[in-house]
């Protein structure tokens, strides 16, 4: 076991040997970036009339002083930012990681319920999160219709039904705004919470980079050209990265049901846009699980942060959701735009 | 050689950009440190913190009630109140636990039944601190924490007689309401409501019919317009909207039935004075007063007596009642100010106090305040049904006229 691992980060320490321009300009990418996103944000809180150094400082000390908070705030982000980063490695835009988590939730609350065990709760919610997603996939794979538009449509198909099936078979006699709940004692605490995201975004980064399929998947969404002239079809790959990542989110679902909340509230403020976020914690983390582990905790904790902005200053919400926007748009912008000219090349040599 | 400049380039930048971070916040820091050293000589008013809703400000209801009511607690009682609005439910139960151990805050208060769970599971975990949680109850008795309700059948009976005397003033004789769901708040209003119109039946002998209808949802303006137009087409002449968002859909369904020229029919607001929504077909609308149930919970906890528990406020604590003029002014103002509509806030009291003298009679104003003064008085005081089965059986004596059966004190 150390002996591999011990060749493992010898063969690490090459790759950063070889690579070390590579991972330097990525790094200087980074703080250049991020550097120009509080910068933005510095001005525009300066001229709305809040003193910008005060409003970051809250925001990185609060937002990251609470580590367990932080964790179980980031461990669905990990998992939605994945749904969104494994399909785009294949070339497919998820943006259904917001439903394949409603139906992981749904179906991991019940199980769990039921069965008194969050174990089996997680499995059935990966499953159901994964069936979401192949969903989209299949229908794009076989029936040639655009993922973008399937999962927006199914986002609010998954929205609809949860809400009915919550009030109408899952109800809770006690609390009428809430689902049926799981019981305390059975519930994981924050720490395994975010545990169990990491050992998600592990597996995610094994599948990708050590199996078979994950270099199908990688190879069909660099180039689906030189996957079929290298002999497999990028149909599988699209097929397997949604119901990886479809699983992934429905699996971060469970984790608040399993972690945090024991139940859904009809108003779905549990579970709301969690999804969508996903995105830009996927673009952040450069689309590589480990990265996104990272980028997750970022956002969790600019989330977090920016919660105790209006309590310490009476900025309006409206206020910290525009920095955290704008620090996250700079951040993810030199990745997105070379995604886009790559994907924009590649239409034009059709 | 190109390479190895460009790597050198690439440190040598990120080294200066940290070290002009950190030399930014190191001044940042000193400079604080002196003004902070001369603010700790003023005395320290008592701070609280009020936790909205999910939703936060902006509703025109609620949150922006309990702003109110803070605020009017912070200019009495000279306290500081601090304001938090969490991004999802997950959220508030780390946030509980973080302010609650903070212990810089007399008291907590909760805004809405979504935190109920939440501050069910953290009170235990601090007794020294106080909460209060407005409009839901965690069923359980803690000496921490205050759970304030509300006696919606006060309002809702008030509001009743108001209905049925509009009803008659548009030579109809039907009254209905498009509820949310089934749960306790709403059978109180349901009681309530129809009490009212039996009320008004006794007391002038005309009859009316009662249409209560069920949405199932808070937040489906839809569904709203769906069932309005429904009761509007059994012959409803005013209708009640008692069911958040969803009856948003109740005012347009109102609005297109008059505008249309189907026939002749008024809507009645909840919660917020709603009339600014459409003054000339909403003339009235019944109050909960979030924002006296938020400055009765900073009250407890800042001047006492503080005792845990349920609280409930009715008529007599001004908790619920119906809009006056003032109030109605206040939300048109912020209507406004928010661009919701496009009329200034005086061109909506005008039009109000127009409507309410056109539709609402003396006659139906004497028996409005016959009822009121009975009910602060205490001479009467509503049951509050904890079953369905028994809100139903309530509900069913009712509509057989025995009045009495809706009163866990007094008759009429």
Same mark, same amino acid.
């Given at each position: ?13 090459? %790759?950063?040997r ?11 990418e ?28 809250i925001?990185? @000390? ?17 998992? @939605?930012?994945?749904?969104?980063s ?7 835009f ?11 939730a ?5 199980? /769990? ?10 499995i059935?919610?990966?499953?159901? *999160? ?53 019981p ?7 720490g ?7 050992v ?5 980064y ?9 270099? +199908? ?13 290298a002999g ?24 608040i ?10 108003t ?20 590589h ?17 920016g ?18 926007g ?7 912008m ?10 924009m090349g ?5 | 050689?190109?390479?190895?400049? &460009? ?16 030399? *930014? ?6 400079? %604080? ?5 001369a603010t ?15 939703? *936060?400000r ?12 803070a ?31 903070s ?5 907590l208060v ?12 953290? /009170?235990?975990?601090?007794?020294d ?6 409009? #839901? @109850? ?8 205050v759970? $304030?309700?509300f ?8 509001? *009743? ?23 306790p ?5 349901? $009681? ?19 249409l ?14 769906q ?10 002449k ?24 189907y ?9 917020? #004075? ?22 009765? /919970?900073?009250?407890?906890a ?18 619920v ?10 939300f ?6 928010? #661009?919701?509509?496009?009329l ?8 109000? +106090?127009?409507? &309410?003298? +056109? ?7 004497n ?9 602060? #008085? ?28 809706a ?6």
């Amino acid at each position: 076991m150390s002996e591999a691992l011990g060749s493992w980060f010898k063969g690490f320490l090459e %790759q950063v040997r070889i690579r070390k321009r590579q991972y330097l300009l990525g790094a200087l990418e980074i703080v250049l970036s991020a550097l120009t996103g509080f910068l933005v944000a510095a001005l525009i809180l300066y001229f709305i009339g809040y003193d910008p150094w005060y409003i970051f400082e809250i925001m990185l @000390t609060y937002g990251f002083s609470d580590l367990g908070y932080l964790g179980t705030r980031a461990a669905p982000l990990i998992m @939605t930012g994945l749904a969104f980063s494994i399909p785009l490695l294949a070339g497919v835009f998820n943006i259904g990681g917001e439903s394949q988590l409603y139906m992981g939730a749904l179906l991991g609350l019940y199980v /769990a319920y039921v069965t008194h065990n969050v174990w089996l709760g997680l499995i059935a919610g990966f499953i159901a *999160g994964a069936l979401w997603g192949g969903l989209i996939a299949a229908l794009r794979v076989y029936r040639g219709i655009n993922e973008v538009i399937t999962a927006i449509m199914l986002n609010w198909t998954a929205y609809y039904t949860i809400i009915y099936i919550i009030l109408v078979y899952l109800p809770n006699p006690k609390q009428s705004h809430l689902s049926v709940q799981i019981p305390v004692s059975e519930m994981i605490s924050y720490g395994e919470t975010f545990a169990l995201a990491v050992v998600g975004a592990l597996i995610a980064y094994f599948i990708l980079y050590y199996t078979d399929i994950g270099y +199908k998947i990688r190879v069909s969404g660099a180039n689906p050209r030189s996957a079929v002239y290298a002999g497999f079809s990028p149909k599988t790959a699209i097929m397997a990265s949604m119901l990886l990542g479809g699983g992934l989110a429905g699996y971060g679902g469970t984790l608040i049901i399993a972690g945090v909340t024991g139940s859904i509230d009809t108003t779905m403020s549990t579970l709301y846009g969690l999804g969508f976020t996903g995105i830009g914690v996927g673009l952040l983390g450069r689309n590589h699980p480990i990265g996104i582990i990272f980028s997750g905790l970022f956002f969790a904790g600019l989330i977090i942060g920016g919660q105790w902005v209006e309590l310490l200053t009476g900025a309006p919400p409206y206020v910290t959701d525009t920095i955290t926007g704008i620090i996250v748009i700079a951040l993810s912008m030199p990745y997105a735009y070379r995604l886009l000219v790559n994907y924009m090349g590649r239409l034009g040599k059709k | 050689m190109n390479a190895l400049s &460009r790597t050198g380039w690439a440190i040598i930048i990120i080294v200066i950009v940290l070290i002009a971070i950190g030399g *930014g916040y190191w001044w940042y820091a000193s400079s %604080q440190q002196g003004g902070k050293g001369a603010t700790t000589t003023t005395k320290k008013p008592v701070k609280v913190a009020v936790l909205f809703d999910v939703g *936060g400000r902006g509703d025109l209801s609620f949150n922006d009630m309990a702003y109110l009511g803070a605020q009017r607690a912070a200019k009495d009682l000279g306290v500081e109140v601090k304001y938090l609005t969490p991004k999802s439910t997950s959220d508030m139960i780390p946030l509980l636990k973080q302010l609650a151990s903070s212990k810089q805050y007399k008291i907590l208060v909760l805004i809405g039944f979504l935190w109920t769970d939440a501050l069910n599971k953290t /009170a235990d975990q601090f007794p020294d601190q106080k909460f209060a949680l407005i409009d #839901s @109850t965690t069923g359980v008795t803690r000496p921490n924490e205050v759970d $304030i309700l509300f006696r919606e059948q006060e309002v809702g009976a008030l509001i *009743g007689v108001i209905a049925s005397g509009m009803a008659y003033e548009l030579n109809g004789s039907t009254i209905g309401a498009v509820a949310g769901m089934s749960i306790p708040p709403l059978w109180k209003f349901h $009681i309530g409501y129809l009490f009212g119109a039996k009320y008004f039946e006794m007391k002038t002998n005309k009859t009316v019919n009662f249409l209560w209808q069920y949405t199932g949802t808070f937040g489906d303006p839809q569904k709203g317009y769906q069932t309005a137009t429904q009761l509007l087409q059994q012959g409803a002449k005013v209708l009640y909207g008692l069911a958040g968002l969803t009856h948003i859909g109740m005012f347009d369904a109102v609005i297109d039935w008059n505008e249309k020229g189907y026939g002749k029919a008024l809507a009645i607001g909840e919660d917020a #004075s709603q009339e600014w929504y459409n003054p000339k077909y909403i003339p009235v609308s019944g109050a909960k007063r979030v924002d006296v149930a938020v400055y009765t /919970a900073i009250k407890m906890a800042v001047q006492g007596p503080w005792k845990g528990g349920i609280h409930t406020l009715g008529l007599k604590e001004g908790g619920v009642g119906i809009w006056d003029l003032d109030g109605v002014r206040y939300f048109a103002q912020i209507a406004y100010n928010e #661009s919701k509509t496009k009329l200034t806030p005086d061109q909506i009291v005008n039009i109000v +106090k127009q409507q &309410r003298e +056109k539709y609402i009679k003396p006659y139906v104003w004497n028996i409005v305040h016959e009822l009121e003064q009975k009910i602060k #008085s205490g001479q009467i005081v509503f049951k509050t049904p904890l079953t369905e089965d028994e809100y139903n059986s309530i509900i069913q004596q009712l509509q057989q006229g025995n009045l009495n059966a809706a009163l866990a004190k007094g008759h009429v």
